[in-house]
């Protein structure tokens, strides 16, 4: 009985990590949402800001989603497991969420290559 249970949350650990969250959209660009809050779940030590993004790390999502003002929300994210933790904490507390936007894709196809002679 007790493998079962430990069995069960490891499941369900693994599901609210790494399942995609339905009914969200990715969007390719922030620029025609105005009426939306824009939440930078990313950490505070990433090198760029967004210009008019309310930064809460997804670890201080459940002390500081009081501060988040409005209740239509685009999340963005560094990567998939942080943008799913965020958006089911966001649910969690009857926020919309509009879509979500992965912050370094831009650059994930590239190669930096060194040339050998």
């Known amino acids: ?10 499941l ?12 969200v959209k990715e969007l390719t660009s ?7 809050t824009l939440l930078d779940v990313r950490d505070y030590n990433e090198a760029d800001e967004m210009n ?5 790390p997804v670890a ?21 497991l942080a943008k799913n933790v965020a958006i089911r904490l966001l649910r969690r ?6 879509g979500y936007y992965i912050k370094g894709h831009e650059h994930v196809n590239e190669l930096n290559m060194v040339k050998c002679h």
């Open 60 to 80: 201080y999502l459940k002390r500081y989603y009081q501060t988040i003002p409005n209740r239509q929300v685009i999340v963005i994210a560094k990567s998939n």
């Open 1 to 10: 009985m007790t493998y079962i249970v430990i069995g069960v949350l490891v």
């Open 93 to 98: 507390y009857h926020f919309s969420i509009e």
């Open 12 to 23: 369900y650990a693994l599901y609210y990590r790494y399942v995609p969250v339905r009914g």
């Open 30 to 36: 922030l620029s025609s949402y105005e009426q939306v």
């Open 52 to 56: 008019g993004a309310l930064r809460v």
